[in-house]
C-alpha cells in the first residue's frame, strides 16, 4: 500500500489563481501614466481578454465591397475564434463559427469567395448560406436515429450591423447596439469613410503577416501614437518623400486627440500629410480637389482629415490610416503573437488609376516589406518579448503624455484633446480595457463617455 | 406510353429555373434549359434532398442543394462527386404552351444513351 500512513496523497499540485486576474486594479495607475507590463505577457490576462473583450466587443469583420452578391463569404477572425461572414439571399449579412457542429472541423478553408452551401469534409455536414443543416452524407442513418437537423446549424455570431460599408460582429447577445458601441467615433468615421458621396471600397486582395507582439502595442500604437512617427519612420520618411516625419510636436494648437468608448483618432488639419509619405502626386492633387467638396457636406474640420498626418483605433483591435489609406486587424494568437490582415480601402468613386496608385502605395509603405511597418513591427516585437524577464516585467511602463490638454469648451464630439502627441487616447484605450476586464456582462460596463451624437444617424 | 400529364404552363417556368412538381405522388422536378424543358425525380440519389431546390450550373446541370453534387439534366447521369447513380427521366410533351410528362417512358436523351 503506498498510502499506508492515511495521509492523503497529493496527486494534483493546483497552480494559485494568478494574482494578476485577481488584481486588475493594480495593473493599471493611468492618472500617474503608469501601467503594468502584465498585460502584455501574461496568459491568464490573455484568457480573459478573449472571453471580455474579443467574445464580447463589436469587431471589424469585412468590409460591404467584399461580399456584394447573395452567397458571397469571408473567413475571419473574432479573437481566435474563425467565423463566416455572408451575404443572404435577401441582402442581409449573418455570421456563423467556421466550425461543424457535428465533430468539430472547419466548414470552410477559402478566405473568400461565393458558396451555395458550407460542407463539412470530415462526414458531408452541408449546410446552406443561412447556417442551417440541410444534409449530410448516409443521410438516412440520421434519420432512423431521430435526429432534427432544426438543431444542429452552423453556430450563429450574436449579431452583426454596418456603418459607412464596415461591416462589424459581436458574439454577445447582450451586447449594445453597434451605434451606441461606435457612440460619437461615428462622426470622426464620416471624415474618412464618407468623405465621396459614392463611400469606400477594399480592392486588391488580403495581405496577412505574423508579427511576434502583444496585440494592444499595436492597437494602442494608431489609437494615438504619432509620437513614435518622428523618430522610429524618420528613415522610411526620407525615404519616401526625402525629407523627415513633419515635426507635429510643435505645433499642437492645429492637432488633436479625441476619443470615445476606448476607440480613439489622432488628428492634424494638414489634408494630405499621411498621403505624402506614399510619394505619389497625383493623390495630393486629387484629395486637394476632393477637399473643398467634402468641406461642403462635412464642413471644414472634417475635410483637413481626409489625408492628413493622423491614424485610430477602433476598441480592441481594428484600425487605419486616412491618406495612407490602410485598413488592418490585429488578430490575437495568444499574449505574444498577432496575425496581421491588413487590405487597401479607396473611394468607390475615385478613378482607376487613382485606386491603382494607392494600392502600390500602401505596398510600398504598410505592407509586411513595407517601409513603415517594418519599423513598427521590430519595436513591437521587443516591447513584448523584453517582458519574458522576470524582472523586468515587475517594472511599471511609462504613459503620461498630455495630463491637462483636455479640451473642455468645444463642440466637437468626443473627448477632445489638444495636440497630437499625446498619450490621452492610449490611457482612454487602456481605461475601456479595464472596464471590460472587470465587468462580467455589459451591464455593469460603465458608461464613461456621453454621446453628443443621437443614436440612429 | 400512358396519358400524358400537365406538368405546367410554359410561361409558369422561366429559362434557367427548376420547380418541383408533384404528379401522382410522385415528386419531379421541372426544369426549364433556354426555352426546352426537362423533367426528373425530384429526390437526390445520394443523400436526402430536393433537387429543385439546387441551382442549374453549366447551363445543363443540376447542383444538389446539399452536397453540391452534379446530374446532368438531359439524361440523368451524374456528373460530379458524391453523386454515382443517375437520377430518372421522364420524357417531356411540349403541346402548345403546355409542358406534359409520360411517367413510364425516359427523356428522349436518356433514351438514346441507353
Known amino acids: 500500500m503506498c498510502n499506508a500512513n492515511g495521509d492523503q496523497p497529493i496527486r494534483l499540485k493546483r497552480r494559485p489563481i494568478a494574482q494578476s486576474i485577481e488584481n486588475l486594479d493594480q495593473l493599471l495607475s493611468l492618472e500617474q501614466g503608469r501601467m503594468s507590463r502584465d498585460v ?183 489609437v494615438g501614437d504619432i509620437l513614435h512617427a518622428g523618430w522610429t519612420h524618420d528613415s522610411g520618411a526620407k525615404a519616401m518623400v ?141 516591447s513584448t518579448r523584453s517582458n519574458a524577464g522576470f524582472v523586468t516585467r515587475q517594472q511599471d511602463l511609462y504613459l503620461g503624455l498630455g495630463h491637462d490638454t483636455r479640451v473642455e469648451d468645444t463642440d466637437l464630439p468626443g473627448n477632445v484633446y489638444q495636440g497630437q502627441i499625446n498619450e490621452a487616447n492610449q490611457r482612454a484605450f487602456y481605461q475601456r480595457w479595464l472596464d471590460l476586464m472587470k465587468a462580467d456582462s455589459w451591464k455593469t460596463v460603465p458608461q464613461r463617455d456621453v454621446p453628443k451624437m443621437k443614436e440612429g444617424v | 406510353m400512358s396519358q400524358p400529364i400537365l406538368l405546367l404552363r410554359k410561361a409558369d417556368l422561366e429559362a434557367g429555373k427548376v420547380r418541383k412538381v408533384d404528379v401522382n405522388g410522385c415528386a419531379l422536378a421541372v426544369y426549364n434549359l433556354d426555352g426546352t424543358f426537362y423533367a426528373t425525380q425530384d429526390g437526390c440519389t445520394h443523400a436526402t434532398a430536393s433537387l429543385s431546390e439546387g441551382e442549374i450550373v453549366d447551363d445543363e446541370c443540376i447542383a444538389c442543394p446539399v452536397h453540391d453534387g452534379t446530374f446532368h439534366i438531359p439524361t440523368g447521369q451524374p456528373m460530379s462527386f458524391p453523386c454515382e447513380h443517375a437520377i430518372r427521366t421522364y420524357k417531356v410533351i411540349e403541346d402548345g404552351e403546355d409542358v406534359l410528362v409520360d411517367l413510364d417512358q425516359e427523356s428522349d436523351a436518356a433514351a438514346d444513351a441507353i
Open chain 1, 40 to 222: 502584455f505577457w501574461d496568459k491568464d490576462i490573455y484568457e480573459q481578454e478573449m472571453e471580455r473583450i474579443f467574445a464580447r466587443c463589436w469587431l471589424f469583420v469585412a468590409h460591404e465591397s467584399q461580399i456584394p452578391k447573395a452567397g458571397d463569404y469571408v473567413s475571419t477572425y473574432m479573437g481566435e475564434d474563425n467565423v463566416l461572414i455572408v451575404r443572404q439571399k435577401d441582402g442581409s449579412i449573418k455570421g456563423f463559427l467556421n466550425t461543424c457542429p457535428h465533430r468539430g472541423n472547419k466548414v470552410c478553408f477559402a478566405d473568400l469567395g461565393n458558396a451555395r452551401q458550407f460542407v463539412c469534409n470530415y462526414h458531408g455536414w452541408a449546410f446552406g448560406i443561412d447556417g442551417g443543416l440541410k444534409g449530410m452524407h448516409a443521410s438516412e442513418t440520421y434519420e432512423a436515429a431521430g435526429m432534427d437537423k432544426s438543431e444542429h446549424g452552423l453556430h450563429p455570431v450574436a449579431h452583426v450591423d454596418s456603418y459607412r460599408g464596415l461591416i462589424f460582429a459581436t458574439l454577445d447577445p447582450d451586447a449594445p447596439s453597434l451605434a451606441d458601441y461606435l457612440g460619437d467615433m461615428r462622426y470622426y468615421l464620416d471624415a474618412v469613410f464618407d468623405m465621396d458621396e459614392g463611400g469606400t471600397e477594399f480592392i486588391g486582395g488580403c495581405v496577412k503577416s505574423v508579427i511576434q507582439c502583444n496585440w494592444k502595442y499595436a492597437s494602442e500604437n494608431f
Open chain 1, 242 to 382: 526625402g525629407g523627415p516625419v513633419a515635426e507635429v510636436h510643435k505645433t499642437p494648437e492645429q492637432s488633436y486627440h479625441v476619443n470615445f468608448n476606448g476607440h480613439g483618432w489622432e488628428f492634424n488639419q494638414d489634408i494630405v500629410g499621411n498621403c505624402a509619405t506614399l510619394g505619389e502626386k497625383e493623390l495630393l492633387k486629387y484629395l486637394y480637389v476632393l477637399q473643398p467638396k467634402v468641406a461642403e457636406r462635412l464642413g471644414e474640420l472634417r475635410s483637413k482629415m481626409i489625408g492628413a498626418i493622423s491614424s485610430c483605433t477602433l476598441f480592441p483591435n481594428t484600425s487605419f490610416l486616412p491618406g495612407q489609406n490602410t485598413f488592418r486587424t490585429w488578430h490575437p494568437r495568444g499574449p505574444g503573437q498577432i496575425e496581421l490582415h491588413t487590405w487597401t480601402f479607396v473611394n468607390k468613386k475615385a478613378p482607376q488609376e487613382i485606386k491603382d496608385m494607392w494600392r502600390k502605395g500602401t505596398m510600398m509603405t504598410f505592407s509586411p516589406s513595407g517601409v513603415f511597418e517594418m519599423d513598427d513591427g521590430e519595436n513591437w516585437e521587443y
